[in-house]
């Protein structure tokens, strides 16, 4: 495996850590920007937004650079945004800094999971992506954690400056670690990178990471009142089991990744069936503490970590270049948004088991959009190589 793929690891963990930050310090970021804790909440979604809406855009302003190039810019955009946060004094200020972090990020994702495909041999893609998706696992697994306990002893600006240091190592790391591949003159242009989206089956695929990415979010979001309220563990319990199924997370992504690329529809459609079974389970089984674990820990092991496999189908249906994989990265938000928001609705009306049977509804619908490619069985195809790319997996494997 190329070493620029656990560079770009370590670039992902930094934008996913950012992500979540704020929700770890919400009554100190409340308190320090003179603002409610609802309004620091749309600190959240804002960037969640930003990187739906906005991240394509910003993809399309660097996809004429080398990818290498097209990083360091998109590092520097994410780095003025953190340090932006960090001296933010008013909430209008922080505002902006989370919407230009959340563009960033998304165009991050992008730019990075299309050069994995660029520098990786074609069966082996589903693995370097899954190596690449740790960053996010490690995000939410230490991320968070770190940030949080950073902000809560030395200021919540002093977790925004500690982001701001791993971004400046990730963007040192990625001008060294990552070789420099031209761009093909002859191919990637705007044109090409947008007509792939007149294919109605592209859209069904990126429909089907939106619901299992909605199907896990809609119970993850509300794991903290779920696990307290009906489960009956204690406040200071709850960091424990989500740190345990943040590591749930990094297991099932590094399986997923082994077997994404032979065996991309089968692992999406069994992921899905075990995801709703999880869901279901802890709908119904909330009140008991052992089987509500267990759920939970499945959900972490079925539930995000299908990445390597979404993003090879997607790339396999459309290509792999840079608009494609941002777009993607946008329906995945999409997911987190719809599961999250929707989420709250069906708690006020059906109270907190709801969200779980949310989860298991979307599930379902997700296997639906796949049953159609498991019926037609094809034989399996390396992911077509991204239009921009210039270097040849052998010369990758050589740096």
């Given at each position: 495996?190329?070493?620029?793929?656990?560079?770009?690891?370590?670039?992902?963990?930094?934008?996913?850590?950012?992500?979540?930050?704020?929700?770890?310090?919400?009554?100190?970021?409340?308190?320090?920007?003179?603002?409610?804790?609802?309004?620091?909440?749309?600190?959240?979604?804002?960037?969640?937004?930003?990187?739906?809406?906005?991240?394509?855009?910003?993809?399309?302003?660097?996809?004429?650079?080398?990818?290498?190039?097209?990083?360091?810019?998109?590092?520097?955009?994410?780095?003025?945004?953190?340090?932006?946060?960090?001296?933010?004094?008013?909430?209008?200020?922080?505002?902006?800094?989370?919407?230009?972090?959340?563009?960033?990020?998304?165009?991050?994702?992008?730019?990075?999971?299309?050069?994995?495909?660029?520098?990786?041999?074609?069966?082996?893609?589903?693995?370097?992506?899954?190596?690449?998706?740790?960053g996010l696992m490690l995000g939410t697994l230490?991320?968070?954690?770190?940030?949080?306990?950073?902000?809560?002893?030395?200021?919540?600006?002093?977790?925004?400056?500690?982001?701001?240091?791993?971004?400046?190592?990730?963007?040192?790391?990625?001008?060294?670690?990552?070789?420099?591949?031209?761009?093909?003159?002859?191919?990637?242009?705007?044109?090409?990178?947008?007509?792939?989206?007149?294919?109605?089956?592209?859209?069904?695929?990126?429909?089907?990471?939106?619901?299992?990415?909605?199907?896990?979010?809609?119970?993850?979001?509300?794991?903290?009142?779920?696990?307290?309220?009906?489960?009956?563990?204690?406040?200071?319990?709850?960091?424990?089991?989500?740190?345990?199924?943040?590591?749930?997370?990094?297991?099932?992504?590094?399986?997923?990744?082994?077997?994404?690329?032979k065996h991309t529809v089968p692992v999406l459609?069994?992921?899905?069936?075990?995801?709703?079974?999880?869901?279901?389970?802890?709908?119904?089984?909330?009140?008991?503490?052992?089987?509500?674990?267990?759920?939970?820990?499945?959900?972490?092991?079925?539930?995000?970590?299908?990445?390597?496999?979404?993003?090879?189908?997607?790339?396999?249906?459309?290509?792999?270049?840079?608009?494609?994989?941002?777009?993607?990265?946008?329906?995945?938000?999409?997911?987190?948004?719809?599961?999250?928001?929707?989420?709250?609705?069906?708690?006020?009306?059906?109270?907190?088991?709801?969200?779980?049977?949310?989860?298991?509804?979307?599930?379902?619908?997700?296997?639906?959009?796949?049953?159609?490619?498991?019926?037609?069985?094809?034989?399996?195809?390396?992911?077509?190589?991204?239009?921009?790319?210039?270097?040849?997996?052998?010369?990758?494997?050589?740096?």
């Open positions: 495996m190329p070493r620029a793929v656990y560079v770009l690891a370590l670039g992902i963990f930094a934008m996913v850590t950012s992500e979540f930050v704020v929700a770890g310090l919400m009554p100190q970021m409340a308190d320090g920007l003179n603002a409610t804790i609802p309004q620091i909440g749309y600190l959240i979604t804002a960037f969640a937004v930003a990187m739906a809406a906005g991240g394509p855009f910003l993809t399309v302003a660097v996809m004429k650079l080398p990818p290498r190039t097209a990083l360091m810019a998109l590092f520097a955009i994410f780095l003025a945004g953190n340090v932006l946060a960090a001296t933010a004094s008013g909430y209008a200020t922080m505002m902006a800094a989370r919407i230009v972090t959340g563009i960033a990020s998304q165009a991050f994702f992008g730019v990075g999971i299309s050069l994995c495909a660029q520098i990786t041999r074609p069966e082996v893609r589903g693995r370097a992506i899954a190596v690449a998706m740790n230490l991320g968070l954690p770190i940030s949080t306990l950073v902000g809560e002893h030395f200021g919540w600006r002093a977790a925004f400056w500690t982001i701001t240091l791993i971004t400046v190592i990730a963007a040192v790391a990625t001008l060294f670690g990552v070789p420099r591949i031209e761009r093909d003159q002859g191919g990637g242009s705007f044109r090409e990178e947008v007509g792939v989206f007149r294919k109605p089956r592209l859209w069904l695929v990126l429909s089907t990471s939106t619901l299992i990415i909605g199907a896990t979010f809609s119970a993850f979001s509300y794991f903290n009142p779920i696990l307290t309220d009906l489960a009956g563990f204690s406040a200071g319990t709850v960091p424990v089991l989500l740190i345990a199924y943040g590591a749930a997370t990094v297991v099932g992504n590094n399986v997923v990744g082994r077997f994404a690329d459609a069994v992921g899905l069936v075990l995801n709703t079974v999880f869901l279901a389970g802890f709908a119904l089984l909330a009140d008991l503490p052992v089987p509500a674990i267990i759920c939970m820990m499945g959900i972490g092991l079925v539930g995000v970590t299908m990445n390597p496999a979404m993003a090879t189908r997607v790339q396999r249906t459309g290509n792999a270049g840079p608009m494609v994989n941002t777009v993607h990265s946008s329906f995945i938000t999409l997911g987190i948004i719809l599961g999250s928001s929707i989420g709250a609705v069906v708690i006020d009306v059906w109270g907190l088991r709801a969200p779980l049977w949310l989860g298991a509804i979307m599930a379902v619908a997700g296997l639906a959009t796949v049953l159609p490619d498991l019926a037609r069985r094809p034989a399996p195809e390396p992911a077509p190589a991204a239009p921009a790319a210039g270097a040849t997996a052998k010369q990758a494997e050589q740096v």
